[in-house]
């Protein structure tokens, strides 16, 4: 749903008011990004208690509640991105052809994929953001504010998928079935990408958590921060 608003904001943006591509792009993470505050806080907070059985049909649920949202408001005709010339076109690098859109993106996926992992190792909100996630409790024993934690990220997180959906709009297209399609097929990809960890890891004898993740001595750097 936030990929395909900064989609839409993008589009919208070029074809009415004659916004320039790259001017839409800050739009197109701001815009997401409040909408995910104010969700966050409205309607996603009361769920985190609930099982996570609620969680996807409630996801479920907002994807289609959007999608018509979208088709009343814009209708559901292919929305084109219009780029501009110094995007167009491809070259050739070791006879191997590649679309300069493509290189772009790759290039802002990359420097975003720099700047994410600087803040979530070396600032003191990364630091607490992987303490509240580690032991929210610990971490709320420790005088951070977990829920304000978890808002901003989520907001952060809202607009990396509104950036994303104004970047993917190109390639991937943009109108609401085409979303929808996207959201079940990456729900099912996933699903198969834990199951194939899943036996895997029975298979090694290893007992696999999401906590793992954020393996670290978190608590102890807080405490040495805070």
């Given at each position: 749903?936030?990929?395909?608003?900064?989609?839409?904001?993008?589009?919208?943006?070029?074809?009415?008011?004659?916004?320039?591509?790259?001017?839409?792009?800050?739009?197109?993470?701001?815009?997401?990004?409040?909408?995910?505050?104010?969700?966050?806080?409205?309607?996603?907070?009361?769920?985190?208690?609930?099982?996570?059985?609620?969680?996807?049909?409630?996801?479920?649920?907002?994807?289609?509640?959007?999608?018509?949202?979208?088709?009343?408001?814009?209708?559901?005709?292919?929305?084109?991105?219009?780029?501009?010339?110094?995007?167009?076109?491809?070259f050739e690098i070791a006879s191997v052809g590649i679309?300069?859109?493509?290189?772009?993106?790759?290039?802002?996926?990359?420097?975003?994929?720099?700047?994410?992992?600087?803040?979530?190792?070396?600032?003191?909100?990364?630091?607490?953001?992987?303490?509240?996630?580690?032991?929210?409790?610990?971490?709320?024993?420790?005088?951070?504010?977990?829920n304000q934690v978890f808002s901003v990220t989520f907001?952060?997180?809202?607009?990396?998928?509104?950036?994303?959906?104004?970047?993917?709009?190109?390639?991937?297209?943009?109108?609401?079935?085409?979303?929808?399609?996207?959201?079940?097929?990456?729900?099912?990809?996933?699903?198969?990408?834990?199951?194939?960890?899943?036996?895997?890891?029975?298979?090694?004898?290893?007992?696999?958590?999401?906590?793992?993740?954020f393996a670290a001595p978190t608590i102890g750097l807080?405490?040495?921060?805070?």
């Open positions: 749903a936030f990929a395909m608003a900064g989609g839409y904001v993008t589009v919208l943006l070029m074809d009415r008011a004659g916004v320039p591509f790259l001017a839409t792009l800050p739009l197109a993470f701001l815009l997401p990004a409040l909408v995910g505050a104010v969700a966050e806080r409205l309607l996603y907070r009361p769920m985190y208690k609930r099982p996570h059985l609620d969680h996807v049909l409630f996801s479920i649920g907002l994807v289609f509640m959007t999608v018509a949202a979208v088709d009343w408001l814009v209708g559901s005709q292919q929305q084109i991105v219009k780029l501009p010339l110094w995007l167009q076109g491809r679309g300069k859109y493509r290189l772009f993106i790759i290039v802002v996926c990359l420097l975003l994929t720099l700047m994410l992992q600087w803040v979530l190792g070396r600032t003191r909100f990364g630091r607490r953001l992987r303490a509240a996630v580690d032991d929210p409790r610990v971490a709320a024993g420790l005088g951070i504010n977990v907001a952060v997180g809202s607009g990396l998928a509104g950036l994303g959906g104004a970047l993917g709009a190109e390639v991937l297209g943009l109108d609401e079935v085409s979303v929808t399609a996207s959201f079940f097929d990456m729900g099912g990809n996933s699903l198969s990408a834990m199951r194939l960890a899943a036996r895997a890891a029975d298979a090694l004898g290893v007992a696999v958590s999401v906590r793992d993740v807080l405490a040495q921060s805070v």
